[in-house]
């Protein structure tokens, strides 16, 4: 199970994505990032059906440019009771870009996984594995690695939900006793709108489908390295794409 590292075993089957875009919903955000992420998220979805071995749905409707009519919770909750129960959701992730508003010099890319001791829900594959998935986000989109100790992981008890010590109810909506076991489940936090240099990347008219190439191959590279899938796969328009990326 995903609290055990490593015990993941998807073998040689396209890969299941459940993917969403962050404040696409009633609760609602920054209208900069709400505008980036539904963007991002349909530049996910398509690279995903060009692709080969990457089965993705999209819980944000219109593929990530609609908005949930729930609150921030409902489509992840949706996910969790009726989708996983038929297709077994390998990868749970949703889409945000960070503000810091108080900290002008914020920047980075990095990765915000579920850690819950007291619900025994501490997803120990994306912990561990976070680190590279923010390096090859990075990589793609010409950001920073930036987060927690600078390294590209962040733990939910770190943001700012989680200091007030409440969950993130995008993790507890997801932590279903089936989810808990096969999914690996994550945030990504990819440029910090309020920093003038990560907004100049984030405002390039490309940034949407460089950092959609970057979430695929995090996505295959997370897979492979910590989730044992063996299909062989390929990123359109990539020309590595067989094996990790590391
Ligand atoms: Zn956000």
């Known amino acids: 199970m995903a609290s055990a590292a490593g015990s993941i075993q998807i073998g040689d089957r396209p890969l299941h994505i459940a993917v969403g875009a962050g404040h696409h919903n009633v609760t609602g955000g920054a209208p900069y990032e709400v505008t980036l992420t539904g963007r991002i998220c349909l530049a996910v979805v398509n690279l995903c059906r060009a692709s080969v071995g990457f089965d993705d749905r999209c819980y944000t409707p219109g593929d990530g440019l609609g908005d949930h009519p729930g609150p921030v919770d409902a ?8 989708w996983d129960p038929e297709w077994t959701v390998d990868i749970f992730h949703e889409i945000h870009a960070q503000a810091a508003p108080n900290n002008p010099n914020e920047r980075g890319v990095f990765v915000i996984y579920p850690d819950s001791p007291a619900d025994g829900d501490i997803d120990e594959d994306v912990r561990k594995y976070g680190p590279t998935m923010a390096r090859i986000l990075a990589n793609a ?5 930036g987060g927690q100790n600078g390294v590209g992981i962040m733990s939910e008890q770190w943001t700012w939900v ?11 909506a997801t932590a279903s006793a089936g989810m808990r076991a096969h999914s690996c489940r994550f945030l990504s936090e990819v440029g910090c709108f309020t920093n003038a240099q990560d ?9 949407p489908d460089c950092q959609a190439r970057g979430l695929v191959r995090a996505y295959a590279s997370l897979a492979v390295a910590r989730m044992g899938w063996t299909f062989a796969y390929s990123i359109a328009g990539d020309t590595d794409s067989q094996g990790p990326i590391r």
């Open 75 to 82: 489509g992840p909750h949706e996910v969790a009771t009726t």
């Open 162 to 172: 989680g200091s007030q010590g409440q969950r993130l109810r995008v993790f507890e």
């Open 141 to 145: 989109t010409g950001l920073p690695v």
């Open 199 to 207: 907004r100049a990347v984030l405002d390039r008219a490309d940034f």
